[in-house]
């Protein structure tokens, strides 16, 4: 960038805390010299805050307590000052009942510490599920200089010389076990081979998906997104990422001048390409939303049908993210989509994608393949609509048994979580493979935060006659390191009257993936008589974060995001007296 447009340390954001010649800013500077720091330390340089969402109980963070380090490392070489502020963590297997109800919570809490405090430039330290929407959504609220350290996939797993992935392999062995095809001692010696490292699941579930579309919307360094945690690559990257955020700050390089419309277009072909994570849609609709950007179903859909899936990559395919960076990673990947992404799109790196990608080559074809040996020729991710989902639905059909994709059977309806894992294991259960399992009230407010109950369990007495795979809807998400055909995310929810709320047991569903249908075969005049016997329940949440939550959330298809983040006059700048 020309030196004409950098700032001056006196534009510096933190220059009003730190710069000036009064009596708070002698508060200031007396409380850093208090710490230890000298003149110095700050004077002149840019403040990064880094934002590190390490915790003692975060397994896929375990390591930021240490790379923060090399973030500060980066920092000072490049004549910055770095300030670490802690934030809620989110570790998803631990935090109940999902840490979708916490997504927004440290959207918030990120963008507060960073107006909050005397900040020039931002490093977001994540990775885990909801963490980098989360991140990546304060941050862009914010409107500072900002860059996402992805924490890196954890190494491969192994059992007995088998490969295991996160979450993927521990469905596929749990219904083996309730077939009884494998022992409880097989099971538990999975339990020390799945994860042996820190780092996060190292499927193409939630969390790779996301910190892919971090790296493609522009927000990492360039190849950030697979290296594995435990890879001497990763402290690299997050030190050369200390040192960029500084030049960002002199160059004012902030996330509306990298994301566009483009870059969201080539974040939704990257996620289309890898077979990405159902969740990562809600979390895009939700980060452009916060760009000003507006996103819509249809969108993932058109271009769903052009995009096909060339990552070989668990729960769709074979490897899993290690086999994806020794294959070139990212970059190679979107090498090989050149001609469909927009490469004049802006990254972090003060270069255009396009530039980033030049020299990009695919090291293994099996793991990114060319598009004409596609692991799924198209439509990663289906949008269906009908009058079950007037507002859409989400289904994976490449993870679906194929006689699933076009499919008409009597419903099996299960009021919500309690009542289905009650009902599911009885050996007398009246189900038959044809059924279509329906769960209600696991949506946005009904769940609430719309917990990953999407892939419900097949029916015990199904499972132990071999069915692996049915079709099942609810308006909760899965995980995306799931698979089988699962319509989820159905908008508008059941806890709000939405249709699913209607459904029961032995009515008759359609899905037709071919044409995007999801269709409840009864009647409208029956519908309207349901529809006016339907009585709401009541607020799951009386006080708190809960009841917050529930009174500002927005549908699935809206991003799931709080009405009062998402818009409204931009917040002014703190008052410094
Ligand atoms: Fe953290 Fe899967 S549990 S990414």
Redesign the pocket.
């Known amino acids: 960038m020309a030196n004409s447009r950098r700032k001056t340390p006196e534009q510096l954001r933190s220059h009003r805390w730190l710069g000036v010649q009064d009596l708070r800013s002698f508060g200031h500077r007396s409380r850093l010299r208090q710490m230890g720091y000298d003149s110095v330390d700050w004077a002149g340089r840019p403040v990064i805050g880094i934002i590190n969402t390490w915790s003692d109980i975060?397994?896929?963070?375990a390591h930021l307590r240490a790379r923060v380090e090399d973030v500060k490392r980066g920092v000072f070489q490049a004549g910055g000052f770095p300030i670490e502020l802690p934030a809620i963590s989110l570790?998803?297997?631990f935090v109940k009942p999902s840490t979708m109800l916490y997504r927004n919570f440290l959207a918030m809490e990120t963008e507060e510490l960073l107006r909050s405090h005397p900040i020039d430039g931002a490093v977001l330290l994540g990775?885990?599920?909801k963490t980098t929407p989360a991140l990546l959504m304060g941050a862009i609220s914010m409107g500072i200089p900002a860059i996402f350290v992805p924490?890196g996939?954890m190494l491969r797993g192994y059992w007995r010389g088998k490969i295991l992935g996160?979450?993927s392999d521990v469905w596929k062995y749990w219904d083996e076990k309730r077939a009884g095809k494998i022992s409880d001692a097989d099971w538990a010696e999975m339990e020390n081979g799945i994860a042996r490292s820190f780092?996060?699941?190292m499927t193409m579930?939630?969390?790779?998906t996301m910190m892919s579309i971090a790296e493609a919307l522009g927000m990492t360094l360039p190849g950030a997104s697979a290296i594995p945690a435990a890879d001497s690559a990763h402290p690299r990257m997050a030190a050369a990422a200390g040192r960029r955020i500084v030049e960002m700050v002199w160059e004012d390089l902030t996330p509306a001048k990298v994301l566009s419309p483009a870059s969201f277009d080539n974040a939704i072909k990257v996620h289309m390409a890898l077979g990405g994570s159902t969740n990562a849609i809600i979390h895009v609709i939700a980060m452009a939303r916060r760009a000003g950007i507006a996103l819509s179903l249809e969108r993932f859909d058109q271009i769903s049908r052009e995009i096909p899936v060339i990552a070989n990559l668990r729960p769709s395919g074979t490897y899993l993210m290690e086999d994806f960076y020794y294959a070139g990673g990212l970059p190679a990947l979107m090498s090989v989509l050149r001609d469909r992404l927009d490469c004049s799109a802006m990254t972090v790196s003060g270069k255009t994608l396009g530039e980033t990608i030049e020299s990009a080559a695919v090291y293994n074809d099996d793991v990114i393949r060319s598009p004409d040996r596609a692991i799924y020729p198209e439509g990663a991710t289906a949008i269906l609509k009908g009058n079950l989902a007037p507002r859409g639905a989400v289904m994976k059909p490449a993870a679906a048994e194929p006689r699933l994709r076009h499919h008409r059977g009597p419903a099996l309806v299960f009021r919500d979580y309690n009542h289905m894992a009650a009902e599911i294991e009885r050996e007398d259960l009246d189900v038959t493979p044809d059924h279509v399992l329906v769960l209600q009230n696991a949506g946005p407010k009904g769940g609430p935060g719309m917990p990953e109950w999407g892939m419900l369990p097949i029916p015990r007495k199904l499972v132990k006659a071999g069915v692996r795979d049915m079709l099942r809807i609810s308006d909760a998400r899965m995980?995306g390191?799931s698979y089988g055909a699962c319509i989820l995310h159905v908008a508008p929810e059941s806890f709000i009257g939405g249709p699913l709320a209607l459904v029961q047991n032995g009515d008759h569903i359609e899905v037709d993936v071919s044409r995007r249908l999801l269709h409840l075969h009864v009647s409208e005049e029956e519908l309207a008589r349901r529809r006016a016997e339907w009585k709401p329940l009541p607020p799951r949440y009386e006080r708190g974060y809960g009841a917050m939550f529930q009174q500002h959330i927005g549908q699935a298809d809206e991003g799931c995001d709080f009405d009062f983040l998402e818009s409204g006059a931009p917040v002014p700048e703190p008052e410094i007296h």
């Open positions: 975060n397994q896929c963070h570790s998803e297997p990775g885990c599920d924490a996939p996160s979450g780092g996060t699941c579930g939630t969390a790779a995980s390191t």
